[in-house]
């Protein structure tokens, strides 16, 4: 069983569109996660969410909203989708968000958005 | 402000080299969390360790170890006898308690292990 997994892998989308990825764990873990690596490489945190606590990065555009329908699940859903939007998304997951504890994140597959 | 500089770009060893990859950071909390993630040319993320600012024991795992030194703010992560399997993307990254799920990364260094 895949611990964490989303979907889609892929999504090609015009310019504009509204479009969702989801993402669900079955560790049972407290804290999700989302994470962007654009076309360069670079990784970037989007949001944490931790019992309900959702903590954003602000740099992320308000276009970008996280949506935890439960504890083992996080979509982010994405408005108006623009081409710099392009980029491989990551869904993870860990038991806690802080603490002294040496958590282990676990990560999705990551989706290949594709903003035309 | 929170800072993680991996001064190494790219990395070039022949197998069975010792490499060591280098994090330096910058931060002004004295709670704070570091973390190492490697990503294989496949693309997927794979978390390698999470330390605390007052954890500075050292860590060894298998091949893998990492030495935190507050006093000159690194977290260096070094592989022993290196394979073409460790070839891959080595992130850093930092996340202060005060900004806890804020973390920052550095641009990674890619790592390449020749036979």
């Known amino acids: 069983d895949t611990a964490v997994s989303q979907t889609p892998k892929y999504l090609v989308t015009q310019m504009g569109n509204d479009k969702s990825i989801k993402c669900e764990q079955n560790l049972g873990h407290d804290t999700m996660y989302w994470y962007k690596q654009d076309s360069k490489k670079f990784l970037k945190i989007m949001f944490s969410y931790n019992n309900k606590e959702l903590i954003i990065n602000e740099t992320v555009p308000n276009r970008f909203s996280p949506k935890s329908p439960d504890k083992a699940h996080l979509n982010l859903h994405i408005n108006s989708l623009e081409l710099g939007d392009s980029a491989v998304y990551f869904c993870?997951?860990?038991?806690?968000?802080?603490?002294?504890?040496?958590?282990?994140?676990?990560f999705g597959p990551g989706t290949r958005l594709l903003v035309l | 402000a929170q800072k993680v500089t991996q001064a190494q770009t790219e990395i070039s060893v022949v197998e069975k080299e010792d490499v060591t990859l280098d994090c330096v950071y910058e931060t002004r909390d004295t709670t704070y969390y570091l973390f190492w993630y490697k990503q294989p040319p496949s693309g997927e993320l794979v978390f390698l360790i999470r330390?605390?600012?007052?954890?500075?024991q050292n860590e060894i795992s298998g091949r893998y170890s990492w030495n935190f030194q507050k006093s000159t703010s690194s977290f260096n992560f070094t592989i022993t006898a290196s394979q073409v399997v460790d070839s891959a993307v080595y992130f850093c990254a930092l996340s202060e308690a005060s900004n806890a799920g804020k973390s920052t990364f550095g641009d990674g260094t890619t790592l390449t292990v020749k036979p």
């Open positions: 330390r605390n600012s007052f954890d500075e």
């Open positions: 993870a997951s860990s038991q806690r968000l802080a603490g002294s504890g040496r958590e282990t994140q676990y």
